[in-house]
T-cell receptor, first 114, second 118 residues
Framework: AQSVTQLGSHVSVSEGALVLLRCNYS??????LFWYVQYPNQGLQLLLK??????LVKGINGFEAEFKKSETSFHLTKPSAHMSDAAEYFC????????????FGKGTKLSVKP | DAGITQSPRHKVTETGTPVTLRCHQT?????MYWYRQDPGHGLRLIHY???????DKGEVSDGYSVSRSKTEDFLLTLESATSSQTSVYFC?????????????????FGPGTRLTVL
């Protein structure tokens, strides 16, 4: 079984500041991990994914995430926030060999202050 | 962008009426999914399909049924809508792989359907 915990339902940063969104997972099989972004009134868009190659994964819009097995974490970071990064972010896990169903965290809403 | 459309995009209906939501894809992907999104709950899987006529239940399947008679279409039906089914519904698709690589591919999401049950 898999589960995802996203710490902090709301995160607020200033423009230009570091963005750190936390995700911890639980999985009984080797996991695949994903970060999605959702802008208001839109569907989810894939930011990046971990599929057991490099542990540091680079995604779109300057985001990256590091898979840390010992900490069961997959935190999302961006060195410098832009106003356009304001959105809701979802971490998700699926299990290797599973049907591919994604288990989502409850989401973190990111606000960026000018 | 993956070719996924959902119809209708918005719907208001009354308690007790049947409702069908449609998801259509042009990617020929094997897997299709229906999720609902509610504040504080993230996305929860309702039903999914791993091929034509092959479907299975997700986490919150009570009150919902699905059908997939063609690769490109996945229908979600609320037989008798209730106010608790007011939500935003998302369809997603995935290539799907077999064996140990299953689960590896990301899902691509449609634009969503906002359903209000009065």
């Amino acid at each position: 079984a898999q589960s995802v915990t996203q710490l902090g339902s709301h995160v607020s940063v200033s423009e230009g500041a570091l963005v750190l969104l936390r995700c911890n997972y639980s999985s009984s099989v080797p996991p695949y991990l994903f970060w999605y972004v959702q802008y208001p009134n839109q569907g989810l868009q894939l930011l990046l994914k971990y599929t057991s190659a490099a542990t540091l994964v680079k995604g779109i819009n300057g985001f990256e995430a590091e898979f840390k097995k010992s900490e069961t974490s997959f935190h999302l970071t961006k060195p410098s926030a832009h106003m356009s990064d304001a959105a809701e972010y979802f971490c998700a896990v699926s299990g290797r060999g599973s049907q591919g169903n994604l288990i989502f965290g409850k989401g973190t809403k990111l606000s960026v202050k000018p | 962008d993956a070719g996924i459309t959902q119809s209708p995009r918005h719907k208001v209906t009354e308690t007790g009426t049947p409702v069908t939501l449609r998801c259509h894809q042009t990617e020929n992907h094997r897997y299709m999914y229906w999720y609902r999104q509610d504040p504080g709950h993230g996305l929860r899987l309702i039903h999914y399909s791993y091929g034509v006529k092959d479907t299975d239940k997700g986490e919150v399947s009570d009150g919902y049924s699905v059908s997939r008679s063609k690769t490109e279409d996945f229908l979600l039906t609320l037989e008798s809508a209730t106010s608790s089914q007011t939500s935003v519904y998302f369809c997603a698709i995935s290539e799907g792989l077999r064996g140990a690589n299953r689960g590896r591919h990301e899902q691509f999401f449609g634009p969503g359907t906002r359903l209000t049950v009065l």
